[in-house]
């Protein structure tokens, strides 16, 4: 069995989602889970299309 991926997943999540910046990452972070644990509106980042029709 094999696989094959267009991406090395591991460093799309690490790098590619912080947009290289994992200390500005971390702290958007923090900011927003001070801010929804002061009643602030949640943040739901979607990875994935809802549906294939979507996509």
Known sequence: MASITG??????FRE???QY???GAL???VAQ????AQ???LQV???LP???EVA
């Open 33 to 36: 889970r001070t801010a929804e």
């Open 45 to 47: 980042n979607e990875l």
């Open 16 to 18: 590619g989602f912080s």
């Open 50 to 52: 809802p549906s294939p």
């Open 7 to 12: 991406v090395n997943v591991g460093r799309l």
């Open 21 to 23: 910046d994992p200390i």
């Open 27 to 29: 702290n958007a972070m």
């Open 39 to 41: 009643g602030n509106e």
